[in-house]
Antibody, heavy 116, light 104 residues
Framework: QIQLVQSGAEVQKPGASVRVSCKAS????????LSWVRQAPGQGLEWMGW????????NYAQKFQGRVAMTIDTSTSTAYLELGGLRSDDTAVYYC?????????WGQGTLVTVSS | DIQMTQSPSSLSASVGDRVIITCRAS??????LGWYQQRPGKAPKLLIY???RLEGGVPSRFSGSGSGTEFTLTISSLEPEDFATYYC????????FGQGTKLE
């Protein structure tokens, strides 16, 4: 079955960086793009960007440009989100989602807490 | 950027009620829209894609309609497990979500 399994919760200090992984299984990894979405506590869903698993091309939401990087490792069918310059308002659950037009499969989410 | 305006932000309803949630796009997006259900502590789940197509395994009481700038999600008869938060997502130009509708 199709699964996206994300890495575990993280606690980081302001100004630090965090990397979240998303391992795909049950389908051909490079046939579908991946997006990253975050959700702050009690808030709605926010799209962060998209990466092509075919060639690694990225498209980041303007809000995150300059401090976000999305990468892939096709040998392990894993995508990575790195967010730098962390602030308290980056505290959120981060999701990866498979892109097929809309987002049809989602990871379980990774809680990133930014706290001094 | 395309803005998605979802209404209402919250909705009080009862089991058996018919519920309609609306999303309006700031510009035309053809039928490049999906609807999602999110329960507390869980990832969103795709219900409807291409504005009106039911995702596999989703009960037929869910339906979607619309094209261009106006879209609706209809739940024909609420079941207890339908009390959740619903989001629309456009994928015509980049991606953007509606603000969500909490069904309670």
């Amino acid at each position: 079955q199709i699964q996206l399994v994300q890495s575990g919760a993280e606690v980081q200090k302001p100004g630090a960086s965090v990397r979240v992984s998303c391992k795909a299984s049950g389908y051909t990894f490079n046939n579908y793009g991946l997006s990253w979405v975050r959700q702050a506590p009690g808030q709605g869903l926010e799209w962060m960007g998209w990466i092509s698993t075919h060639n690694g091309k990225t498209n980041y939401a303007q809000k995150f440009q300059g401090r976000v990087a999305m990468t892939i490792d096709t040998s392990t069918s894993t995508a990575y989100l790195e967010l730098g310059g962390l602030r308290s308002d980056d505290t959120a659950v981060y999701y990866c989602a498979r892109v097929w037009g809309s987002f049809d499969y989602w990871g379980q989410g990774t809680l990133v807490t930014v706290s001094s | 950027d395309i803005q998605m305006t979802q209404s209402p932000s919250s909705l009080s309803a009862s089991v058996g009620d018919r519920v309609i949630i609306t999303c309006r796009a700031s510009q035309g997006i053809r039928d490049d829209l999906g609807w999602y259900q999110q329960r507390p502590g869980k990832a969103p789940k795709l219900l409807i894609y291409a504005a009106s197509r039911l995702e596999g395994g989703v009960p037929s009481r869910f339906s979607g309609s619309g094209s261009g700038t106006e879209f609706t999600l209809t739940i024909s008869s609420l079941e207890p497990e339908d009390f959740a938060t619903y989001y629309c997502l456009q994928h015509n130009s980049d991606y953007s979500f509606g603000q969500g509708t909490k069904l309670e």
